[in-house]
């Protein structure tokens, strides 16, 4: 029996869904840097804004699952010793 939550795990579709909202909207994002009117020093820094957005967004998603994975482990080690010491209890055990 798994502690694991039903959502634990993303569809294909979903996954997909992820992947390609996120590819049109940094494209977008791209196309505007480009296509906007300003000096070449302004496209530049939009540019770098983007990349330093884009790299810290994923660098945010890893610390969240891995924060995730930390927890879900823990509690598995606790639930284990729960159970280990429930197993090894004996209510009719005497005190003596």
């Known amino acids: 029996m798994t502690n694991q939550p039903s959502s634990a795990s993303n569809t ?22 480009l296509y906007i009117d300003a000096d070449p020093w302004a ?25 995730q994975e930390n927890a879900s482990v823990t509690h598995r080690i606790d639930q284990a010793r729960v159970d280990r010491l429930l197993a090894e209890h004996d209510p009719f055990r005497s005190v003596s």
């Open 43 to 67: 496209k530049a820094f939009l540019a770098l804004g983007t990349l330093f957005l884009v790299t810290s967004t994923f660098t945010l998603a890893k610390c969240v699952r891995d924060n």
């Open 12 to 33: 294909a579709a979903f996954f997909a869904m992820s992947g390609i909202s996120f590819a049109v909207s940094l494209t977008g994002l791209l196309i505007a840097v």
